[in-house]
């Protein structure tokens, strides 16, 4: 399986963006998803998952502001980031796992995509 996110950039705080997970070799629905993201010189953290039909969960810092989906027939995973803040700058990663329950923890996905750089400016 192979992950390929896409659609970050540059904007001002207050704005929205919306990066893309497009995964091959797989097909999504059969898969745990999620997004983390990792700040310079900071850790990667949980931003929000997605299983089975449709389940979510969310990070405190993003719920309400972001929203994960995902498009079985494009076998592509959304996070729609709305209101953004300076302190959601970081390298947004998706992450995958073949399973039909989910975790927050990064250490239990097995295939992750190689990153996209969202930085807010104020």
């Known amino acids: 399986v192979q992950l390929q996110a896409s659609g970050g950039g540059l904007v001002q705080a207050g704005d929205s963006l919306r990066v893309s997970c497009a995964v091959s070799?797989?097909?999504?629905?059969?898969?745990?998803m999620a997004w983390f993201r990792q700040a310079p010189g900071k850790e990667r953290q949980f931003v929000a998952r997605l299983w089975s039909t449709d389940q979510t969960n969310y990070a405190d810092s993003v719920k309400g502001r972001f929203t994960i989906s995902r498009d079985n027939a494009k076998n592509t995973l959304y996070l729609q980031m709305n209101s953004l803040k300076p302190e959601d700058t970081a390298i947004y990663f998706c992450?995958?796992?073949?399973?039909?329950?989910?975790?927050?923890?990064?250490?239990?996905?097995?295939?992750w995509g190689q990153g996209t750089l969202v930085t807010v400016f104020s």
């Open positions: 070799g797989g097909t999504i629905s059969n898969y745990a």
């Open positions: 992450a995958a796992k073949y399973s039909s329950v989910s975790s927050d923890s990064r250490w239990w996905y097995r295939y």
